[in-house]
T-cell receptor, first 112, second 114 residues
Framework: KQEVTQIPAALSVPEGENLVLNCSFTDSAIYNLQWFRQDPGKGLTSLLLIQSSQREQTSGRLNASLDKSSGRSTLYIAASQPGDSATYLCAVPQDAGNMLTFGGGTRLMVKP | DAGVTQSPTHLIKTRGQHVTLRCSPISGHKSVSWYQQVLGQGPQFIFQYYEKEERGRGNFPDRFSARQFPNYSSELNVNALLLGDSALYLC?????????????FGQGTRLTVV
């Protein structure tokens, strides 16, 4: 059974810092990994989808990397801004059905 | 182009009652999945439907049921509500079961059971 873990559970940084969020999974036979952002009480916004054949995926100040063999993905946020404050979730699909298994999320606060 | 829409946005129900939550997927998407998110935790998978057929079911009791309509919209039904059913219910749509399709989520329905 796939298990997804995100560490740390919470992170507070000053504005402008570059930061890394971590996601680990127990079964390396994944098809892809998706990163989401969630604002308090809101739905999930898809940030990046990284395919199993890819090592990296970039969107603006965000860069996601994937290392299947070690069961890890990282989300790198460059030059953090207060507007980046949110919970970041990673998820992997259960086999080919797209039924996602989520990590518990990292709650990020960027202080002005 | 409209994203995934869910209704209602908020709902308060009493223990023992029944609730129906609704979801309309992105135009062209044929798969709808439902997730429950308890405060402070990641979402937990409940159901997936594709082409009106149930394709997957998470570890939830039989009080939870769902269906998908010919226009690919979906309903999630919960009977005999318990206090522990209080959560944010999220709907996700995608093109269909496949190895590399991206899931897009709605804004959720906040259910409070009192």
């Amino acid at each position: 059974k796939q298990e997804v873990t995100q560490i740390p559970a919470a992170l507070s940084v000053p504005e402008g810092e570059n930061l890394v969020l971590n996601c680990s999974f127990t079964d390396s036979a994944i098809y892809n990994l998706q990163w989401f952002r969630q604002d308090p009480g809101k739905g999930l916004t898809s940030l990046l989808l990284i395919q199993s054949s890819q090592r990296e995926q970039t969107s603006g100040r965000l860069n996601a990397s994937l290392d299947k063999s070690s069961g890890r993905s990282t989300l790198y946020i460059a030059a953090s801004q207060p507007g980046d404050s949110a919970t970041y979730l990673c998820a992997v699909p259960q086999d080919a059905g797209n039924m996602l298994t989520f990590g518990g999320g990292t709650r990020l606060m960027v202080k002005p | 182009d409209a994203g995934v829409t869910q209704s209602p946005t908020h709902l308060i129900k009493t223990r023992g009652q029944h609730v129906t939550l609704r979801c309309s997927p992105i135009s062209g998407h044929k798969s709808v999945s439902w997730y429950q998110q308890v405060l402070g935790q990641g979402p937990q998978f409940i159901f997936q439907y594709y082409e009106k057929e149930e394709r997957g079911r998470g570890n939830f009791p039989d009080r939870f049921s769902a269906r998908q309509f010919p226009n690919y919209s979906s309903e999630l039904n919960v009977n005999a509500l318990l206090l522990g059913d209080s959560a944010l219910y999220l709907c996700a749509s995608s093109l269909g079961p496949g190895k590399n399709t991206e899931a897009f989520f709605g804004q959720g329905t906040r259910l409070t059971v009192v």
